[in-house]
């Protein structure tokens, strides 16, 4: 796991003692003046680029949902500096789970690119990321940058990479396993450390989870997403992707909370299926949903 | 320059093995019988030689040792050493089967004359156990030919007609005219001797007389910006040697800055002296002079590599060359702060791409075709093309391309309840899934263009009959019938293609 504490910002600095010490640039020395500027600007009290930041959560666009997020916070919905995990509720749901990563990335990016690291082998066994669909979604493709990653701890350490670099929008990272390796308390911190710093979103999709068990990690939140059924557009076809979301675990304490989103390309928006709508038809209405049916709420203590 | 190394492979037994306490020859099978291709010093000193039948030669010397000739361990070590001659000049071209010529045209600087760089190349080669005989002249066949005979320059005249490389009935019927010399032939006139024995001879004659001049083709092209640095004490140390690296990359950007240009490509190499080399190599997503992202990229680099730089006795020569520039204008950053986040993100792409492999970190661009799994290519992100727009979808629509592809398909057995019709119900993973939802069929004929006979009838591939359905549990999933039943198949296959969210 120690492969990824090589924090390239400290193999960065050059001490000046050293006689092999790269000369101040004129972009060290550029960076220094713009620190000194900043801070007379932040004296004075212009607010300087730096710090006129966009929004620091992202929401579904749900209300109900957005609010029962909002917590102790100052905004409805997640924090986007964060790490947020995404659970598939069984093997099959992944392409659900990795959709609903897609689209909060989508919600969030503010035209900056998605980081999609995944591990070879496993994505070529379970079903790879294919554009054309991802643009069907609404998302353009060209702003996925994906890394197929040859094994566990090398996806870890690109997402470290690209959780540092706020070029980045989103990072998403696929895990496959119930225990994947390099996969822990102290990895999961540090992304989100990260995160907190750069002010990048960092989802964590994982695959065959144990979602009754699951592995403790430093994430904000963990998400269980599962396929639900669509509402039927004529003729009988499949409608709108729709999903079934339930948070398993929120650092202020929420619980409980489960909804059924249907995706709106057009108006890149979730909306809230549960408000009063019929289930859907043939007399299956499956079990989950009606346990889901109202979300028990609020916050816990 | 030339270099001729008389007796390379039996060298490169010696030095894998030890000296043989008897002379010993290499030997190879032609034509059913065993033939000595490379007899040792010893050997020839008993008067063996190249294309002796191994039995005549044990004949005569009883305790003479045979191995196999390797032929190709040859061609490597060859190419070894045109690298470790690198140190002298870029323009090194290997003349297989046992020489090197290199072009030291102004790389003499640091030798008082090209004659003492030549003995400097003669001492290194030695002291690995390589005998060399070297020769200089104006043009890279002459030198060639004076040192395969051992001569030095000045003395082509004394080069036997042989020495042209022609074949054996051209060199018979020379000597057999009385020109045994190359001197012979160099005083008389061009259009007869063209005449008698070919224009080829009267180009190779001038080759050999330095009248005219042929280009070498160098194992390496020639680097856009080179800098390096020599080191009268080895450099033991590694982190010596990377600052040594970041200055020269320093340096080499200063000239590239001048030249409005940055670096995309940059090779480095660490001549240890014992004759190993050290070769690094590093891409960037686009072009850079900036000395940090440089260090992080070599940083990276350097932690990728399979097995360790081990300095060993120490690098006596560093040099970087910057192999591929592009046009880089000076960027002016905003007073005011704000990141240049478009540099980052190359930057990040660069430093990945560095670490995992360019062919890792894709970006996705739209192919021209409708097959489903090759509408789409993933190219490596470093060189990736401008973004060609994909085909925005119609609105209101549900997705009509999974977002999650098997590659290749899966097999799933379907119950439909027509032959020709929907599928009713289909197993998948030795799990049942009952099909409440269809849309479809979506046709999706074959390439049959691309094949052979395609446009008769029955030869143009199985046309694809994709259905988009759901299961009862929600899942939605992209199912196809390969072949049109009843016309192109009596029975044909259902896949599963993908999956929906």
């Known amino acids: 796991m120690n492969n990824i504490d090589s924090d390239s910002v400290q193999v960065m600095d050059a001490s000046p003692i050293n006689p092999f010490a790269v000369p101040e640039t004129a972009g060290q020395k550029a960076a220094t003046l713009k620190a000194r500027f ?88 379970q079903g790879r990321l294919y554009p054309p669909g991802i643009a069907e979604l609404g998302i353009d493709p060209d702003t996925i940058i994906h890394i197929d990653a040859p094994d566990n701890i090398t996806a870890l350490r690109a997402a470290a990479d690209g959780v540092r670099s706020s070029a980045m929008g989103t990072v998403i990272v696929e895990l496959a396993g119930k225990r994947p390796k390099g996969l822990d308390l102290t990895a999961t911190r540090r992304l989100s450390l990260s995160a907190q710093k750069s002010g990048v979103l960092n989802l964590l999709l994982r695959r065959d989870s144990d979602t009754q068990d699951p592995l403790p990690t430093a994430a904000f939140s963990r998400w269980e997403i599962s396929a639900a059924p669509s509402i039927p557009l004529e003729a009988n076809a499949p409608g709108h992707s729709t999903f079934d979301i339930t948070l398993l675990r929120h650092r202020s304490g929420l619980y409980g909370l489960s909804a059924r989103l249907e995706w709106n390309r057009d108006d890149r928006i979730f909306r809230d299926r549960q408000a009063g709508e019929a289930a859907p038809d043939l007399g299956t209405v499956p079990a989950l949903s009606a346990d889901r049916a109202d979300h028990q709420g609020a916050r816990a203590a | 320059m030339a270099l001729f190394l008389p007796y390379l492979p039996t060298e490169r037994i010696i030095r894998a093995r030890g000296q043989p306490e008897a002379p010993f020859a290499l030997t190879e099978k032609q034509r059913g019988a065993v033939v000595i291709t490379a007899p040792d010093r010893q050997a020839v000193a008993l008067g063996l030689g190249v294309g002796m039948k191994l039995a005549d030669a044990r004949a005569r010397v009883p305790d003479l040792l045979a191995f196999d000739h390797d032929s190709l361990a040859d061609a490597q070590l060859l190419d070894r050493l045109a690298e470790a001659c690198e140190r002298y000049t870029p323009m090194i071209a290997a003349a297989p089967p046992h020489a090197l010529i290199l072009d030291i045209t102004g790389a003499a600087h640091f030798y008082n004359s090209e004659e003492a760089l030549a003995r400097d190349v003669e001492d290194r080669l030695d002291a690995t156990g390589y005998s060399a005989h070297w020769a200089l002249a104006s043009t890279p066949d002459a030198a060639l030919a004076l040192a395969r005979h051992g001569l030095k320059e000045g003395a082509e005249g004394q080069l036997p007609v042989s020495a042209l490389d ?59 910006v080179t800098t390096d640095r020599r080191f009268p004490e080895p450099l033991t140390h590694i982190d010596a040697a990377l600052n040594i690296l970041e200055e020269l990359f320093t340096e080499a950007s200063e000239h590239l800055e001048q030249r409005g240009q940055g670096a995309r490509m940059i090779r480095m190499m660490l001549f240890r002296c014992d004759g190993d080399i050290a070769k690094l190599g590093v891409e960037t997503g686009a072009p850079t002079r900036d000395p940090l992202l440089f260090k992080r990229l070599l940083r990276e680099r350097i932690d990728a590599l399979n097995d360790e730089l081990n300095p060993g006795f120490g690098y006596d020569l560093i040099r970087l060359s910057i192999v591929a520039a592009e046009p880089l204008a000076v960027k002016q950053l905003k007073l005011e702060g704000g990141e240049d986040l478009e540099a980052d993100e190359v930057a990040l792409v660069s430093q990945l791409s560095t670490r ?62 027509v032959p020709d019709g929907p599928p009713h119900r289909f197993t998948w993973r030795r799990k049942a899934h009952q099909v409440i939802r269809y849309e479809g069929p979506e046709r999706i004929g074959s390439e049959w263009w691309q094949r052979k006979h395609g446009q008769q009838s029955g030869k143009g591939g199985l046309t694809r009959d994709y259905y988009r359905v759901e299961d009862i549990r929600g899942r939605r999933y992209w199912l196809f019938r390969h072949g049109l039943y009843g016309e192109e198949k009596a029975n044909p296959d259902w896949f599963l293609h993908g999956l929906f969210a």
Request: hydrophobic residues 40%; charged residues 25%.
């Open chain 1, 38 to 125: 900043a801070k007379i600007l932040s004296a004075s009290g212009v607010k300087t680029a730096d710090a006129e930041d966009g929004p620091t959560h992202f929401t579904f666009g749900v209300g109900r949902i957005d609010t029962a997020l909002r917590g102790n916070a100052a905004a409805d919905g997640l924090p986007k500096a964060a790490l947020h995990e995404i659970h598939a509720a069984e093997k099959t749901d992944m392409t659900s789970a990795a959709a609903m990563a897609l689209l909060l990335a989508e919600r969030c990016r503010e035209g900056k690119p998605i980081l999609w690291i995944t591990e070879a082998e496993e994505a070529h066994r």
């Open chain 2, 166 to 224: 022609m074949d054996a009935k051209t060199h018979q019927a020379l000597e057999r005219a009385g020109l045994y010399k190359i001197g012979d032939l160099s005083d008389r006139p061009r259009p007869n001797l063209a005449a008698r024995f070919g224009m080829e001879l009267t180009l190779r004659l001038d080759r050999l007389l330095g009248v005219e001049d042929r280009p070498i083709d160098p194992i390496r092209s020639l680097g856009n």
């Open chain 2, 356 to 417: 995992m492999g360019r062919e890792q970190v894709q970006k996705f661009q739209p192919a021209d075709s409708h097959i489903p799994e090759q509408g789409l290519l993933a190219l490596p992100a470093l060189d990736a093309p401008p973004p060609t727009p994909w085909e925005i979808p119609p609105s209101n629509n549900p997705p009509m391309r999974p977002l999650h592809m098997f590659d290749p398909p899966q097999r799933v057995q379907v119950i439909a309840e």
